[in-house]
């Protein structure tokens, strides 16, 4: 067996998702990949974890990755850990209606990557979602400093007492929008000084604009929706608004890519505060009532004109962005954030989006984006005529959207937000005399 290596940081992430890069259909493992190979380029040991198979990374940095697959449960050298059966009680207890089978695959992973970074020396414990994984880090990895990322608002809907014991014990509480912050800030005041927000970002040189002087005329224009095919990402709105711009606008078709997937209803109305979801909670009930109803606003006037394309691979996602020529994503719930916006932004198209959640953080109304109320079917149908109806318009918006994109939300900017939380996370109780040792161990070298 090879001689350990101090690794700087061990990347957790939900068992569910998919972190293989040929795979990749949703918003959280594109960031995960992203925040890896960002940090290896800049001379940061990275560690994923994760119950796949080995990853193919594609970097230059490779050297500095490294991918630790962790079993499942019931395999045989896991199976004495699923036996404590109080810690594994104490592991749900937060009213979350977790399964059983995911409590202990998510048990296990915790203890068998934990012990992994006691044994790898690794420096921090980034933790994605899973607050659960905080107190197992803690425990059997004792001298690895905890930073626990939110992409959403669960925590703010489970038990206040459990959850607000795992967040005391992490070093840095971070969201990925001041939204998702300020709602954990005020749910757990007592940790409202450990608790940051880093924004998400994108790879600008994937997401790039593309000349469109040498589009055909005649071509139908596109409208092009990314995201879950689901109520509360006001999909339903949008056919709506498509309807009223196709009685004035012909030569245009909208496509709708993402998974057919609605949620739980508890993790979309977290602070039961969001009115617009009054009308679409039995939607959450009859899942499939939900793809009836939008094929009944489907008339006979949107016959060919609306196409439902299923998941888009990430792969493929900046040839859509670049064939598009507006981007709608019009969601009618607290979004926590908002990746298709800036990658359409970075794309250099116009957007047109809602004011939600952490969406006006992200974009600035009629400089970067035009922006509505959610929910709005008229101000949605308004806001694309009035994109539609002027192709300057559309290339101001789009140009200012990208320099925005490149300014405020590429990668180079936000590894450098999270060098520097690791290492304040690192000093913020070191000796003097120890602080530059606690900082330098985030890299190999």
């Known amino acids: 067996m090879g001689e350990s290596r101090a690794i700087g940081v061990g990347l957790l992430y939900p068992l569910w998702i ?16 992203d925040l890896a190979h960002g940090l290896a380029t800049r001379g940061v040991g990275v560690r994923l974890y994760s119950q796949g198979e080995r990853l193919r990374w ?22 004495r850990l699923l036996r404590a059966k109080h810690a594994l009680d104490a592991f749900r207890d937060d009213g979350s209606e977790i399964p059983t089978e995911s409590v202990l695959r998510s048990f296990s992973y915790g203890v068998l990557s ?25 425990k059997l990895s004792p001298r690895t400093r905890i930073v626990f990322h939110m992409h959403d608002h669960k925590q703010t809907r489970r038990d206040k007492k459990v959850v607000g014991k795992r967040l005391s014990q992490a070093h840095a509480i971070v969201g990925c929008s001041e939204f998702i912050t300020n709602r954990v800030r005020i749910r757990f005041p007592e940790v409202a000084d450990r608790c940051h927000t880093v924004h998400n970002a994108v790879d600008t040189s994937l997401y790039t604009p593309v000349d469109s002087s040498g589009v055909a005329k005649g071509r139908r224009r596109r ?9 509360e990402k006001g999909v339903h709105t949008l056919l709506e608004a498509f309807q009223l711009v196709v009685e004035r606008e012909r030569d245009v078709e909208l496509e709708l890519y993402g998974p057919d997937i609605i949620p739980a209803l508890r993790e979309v ?7 617009s979801l009054e009308e679409i909670r039995p939607f959450y009930a009859d899942p499939p009532g939900y793809r009836r109803h939008l094929d009944a606003l489907i008339k006979p006037s949107l016959q060919g004109r609306v196409h439902f394309r299923g998941p888009l691979l990430h792969r493929h996602a900046p040839d859509v962005f670049r064939d598009a020529d507006i981007v709608v994503f019009p969601p009618i719930w607290h979004e926590p954030f908002g990746l298709p916006a800036i990658e359409a932004m970075a794309s250099g ?10 969406i006006p953080e992200i974009v600035r109304d009629r400089e970067t984006a035009l922006v509505v109320e959610p929910g709005n079917t008229r101000g949605l149908a308004a806001a694309l005529m009035e994109l539609l109806t002027s192709a300057e318009r559309r290339a101001t ?10 300014r405020h939300f590429a990668w180079n900017t936000r590894i450098d937000d999270w060098l520097l939380l690791y290492e304040n996370v690192l000093t913020q109780s070191a000796k003097p005399r120890k602080r530059a040792m606690a900082a330098a161990s985030l890299s190999l070298t």
């Open 397 to 406: 918006l789009g140009a200012a959207g990208r320099e925005h994109v490149k």
């Open 349 to 358: 198209k116009p957007v047109v989006t809602t004011s939600v959640g952490g």
């Open 223 to 231: 409208l092009v929706f990314v995201g879950r095919i689901s109520p």
């Open 58 to 79: 594609k970097t230059s940095a490779e050297g500095l990755f490294s991918h630790q697959r962790v079993p499942r449960p019931f395999d045989p050298v896991t199976n």
């Open 18 to 33: 998919d972190l293989s890069p040929d795979e990749i259909d949703s918003a959280m493992p594109v960031v995960a990949l």
């Open 114 to 138: 934990a012990l992994d970074m006691r044994r790898q020396h690794i420096a921090i414990a980034h933790i994605n979602i899973f607050d659960h994984l905080i107190p197992v880090v803690r």
């Open 269 to 275: 109305d977290v602070t039961k505060e969001t009115h």
